[in-house]
T-cell receptor, first 114, second 114 residues
Framework: ETGVTQTPRHLVMGMTNKKSLKCEQHLGHNAMYWYKQSAKKPLELMFVYSLEERVENNSVPSRFSPECPNSSHLFLHLHTLQPEDSALYLC?????????????FGPGTRLTVT | GNSVTQMEGPVTLSEEAFLTINCTYTATGYPSLFWYVQYPGEGLQLLLKATKADDKGSNKGFEATYRKETTSFHLEKGSVQVSDSAVYFCALSVRGGGADGLTFGKGTHLIIQP
């Protein structure tokens, strides 16, 4: 595998389910990110991790819970979601934090909450 | 706060036409500027970037110049191809609060007709 991978690619879940999204980067990067992409809205930054420590949480509801066990893996644990949480969830990584750092994105997980 | 404004489209052009996608921004600090492209069913790919005023980013025939005086970063290509059909996102990053997530525009859907 190369680049940034995400699993699953598609997920349908009910509002009472618990599920997790997984992201893995094979680039040797130290920073990882979760974004939410909804129709007709800009991509929204959700969480930022640097060297496995969370450095930003953009007022995301507690039903989204990130986990970064090491610099290569990032999870997003989902619990009691709402239909408006249906979106494409994108993971990204960068070599480090820094204003000029390029971010490399995975293909995303298409989440549908029923 | 930080924000990015770009035309949403869809923008429909014929093959070999000249392309301009406008992007303007507001930022609390000195931003780096990026263009990302998203092909159907895929994640975002970095197309080009510029980190300081008057820098020109270029890649695959696309160009954009960082204009601090007009707070703009317009994307141009002299002759588009059908394979350029995608959604294009303008984005910025400003180091602050220890975090470096990207702030994106809403994206411009580009359709190139043969």
């Amino acid at each position: 595998e190369t680049g940034v991978t995400q699993t699953p690619r598609h997920l349908v879940m009910g509002m009472t389910n618990k599920k997790s999204l997984k992201c893995e980067q094979h680039l040797g990067h130290n920073a990882m990110y979760w974004y939410k992409q909804s129709a007709k809205k800009p991509l929204e930054l959700m969480f930022v991790y640097s060297l496995e420590e969370r450095v930003e949480n953009n007022s995301v509801p507690s039903r989204f819970s990130p986990e970064c066990p090491n610099s290569s893996h990032l999870f997003l644990h989902l619990h009691t979601l709402q239909p408006e949480d249906s979106a494409l969830y994108l993971c990204a990584s960068s070599q480090a934090l820094g204003r000029g750092r390029e971010q490399y994105f995975g293909p995303g997980t298409r989440l549908t909450v029923t | 706060g930080n924000s990015v404004t770009q035309m949403e489209g869809p923008v429909t052009l014929s093959e070999e036409a000249f392309l301009t996608i406008n992007c303007t921004y507001t930022a609390t600090g000195y931003p780096s500027l990026f263009w990302y492209v998203q092909y159907p069913g895929e994640g975002l790919q970095l197309l080009l970037k510029a980190t300081k005023a008057d820098d020109k980013g270029s890649n695959k025939g696309f160009e954009a110049t960082y204009r601090k005086e007009t707070t703009s970063f317009h994307l141009e290509k002299g002759s588009v191809q059908v394979s350029d059909s995608a959604v294009y996102f303008c984005a910025l990053s400003v180091r602050g609060g220890g975090a470096d997530g990207l702030t994106f525009g809403k994206g411009t859907h580009l359709i190139i007709q043969p």
